[in-house]
């Protein structure tokens, strides 16, 4: 069975731009996650979705967004973006909840310039 | 708030011996802990998950040991090989709630 898939793979971006990722689940898994992978900073929660709901938020500003569509595929957006937005951006999907196991995609990886 | 800590930050073992990677949990209300091992340029992969209802788990050569009592588990992976070098990541969580993750490791496996 297929895995997560994200797209795209990079992406370079200058600072003030905005980017949106995407991101297509394992089929039938419902619940979507995003985390942010920088070396300083480790994985960073930033929200999850779940049937076209935000069900958890992470402590990220609001110019960080995100949404899910009926069929589970979800995007991230990042408006104004900053330097420090420079990281990989990891998408993990799971059947209902993360409590179960949750399987990543491969990551964009976003540099601002 | 830091709820799982790891450590080591970084380590290296020999071809053929045990890594052993510790992490430690704040939150008693935590049921779910895997462990994830992420290669350079790849998304990180679950890898062996454990409940607190057991005090080991293994598959293959890696070993989930939980202590519930101590708030801690940790990952023994036997016989370690070049191939096992790796960044790995505990992390826990319960019910809906997000996936907390440990600050990772780095594990060299030197010939």
């Known amino acids: 069975k297929a895995g997560v898939t994200q797209t795209p793979r990079y992406l370079i971006k200058t600072r003030g731009q905005q980017v949106t990722l995407s991101c297509s689940p394992i089929?039938?898994?419902?619940?979507v996650s995003w985390y942010q992978q920088t070396p300083g900073q480790g994985l960073q929660f930033l929200f999850e979705?779940?049937?076209?709901?935000?069900?958890n938020k992470g402590n990220f500003p609001g110019r960080f967004s995100g949404r899910q569509f009926s069929n589970s595929r979800s995007e991230m957006n990042v408006s104004t973006l900053e330097l420090g937005d420079s990281a990989l951006y990891l998408c993990?999907?799971?059947?209902?909840?993360?409590?179960?196991?949750?399987?990543f995609g491969q990551g964009t990886r976003l540099t601002v310039v | 708030q830091q709820q799982v800590k790891q450590s080591p930050q970084s380590l290296i073992v020999q071809k053929g011996g045990i890594s052993i990677i510790n992490c430690a949990y704040e939150?008693?209300?935590?049921?779910?802990f895997p462990w994830y091992q992420q290669f350079p340029g790849k998304g990180p992969a679950l890898l062996i998950a454990?409940?607190?209802?057991?005090s080991e788990k293994k598959e293959g050569r890696f070993t989930i040991s939980f202590n519930k009592s101590a708030k801690q588990f940790s990952l023994h992976i036997m016989d370690s090989q070049p191939g096992d070098s790796a960044t790995y990541f505990c992390?826990?969580?319960?019910?809906?709630?997000?996936?907390?993750f440990g600050t990772g490791t780095r594990l060299t496996i030197i010939p």
């Open positions: 993990a999907s799971s059947w209902v909840t993360s409590n179960t196991e949750a399987f």
């Open positions: 089929s039938g898994h419902r619940s």
């Open positions: 454990i409940r607190p209802d057991v």
């Open positions: 992390a826990a969580n319960f019910g809906n709630e997000k996936l907390t």
């Open positions: 939150n008693t209300a935590f049921d779910y």
């Open positions: 979705y779940f049937s076209e709901t935000q069900r």
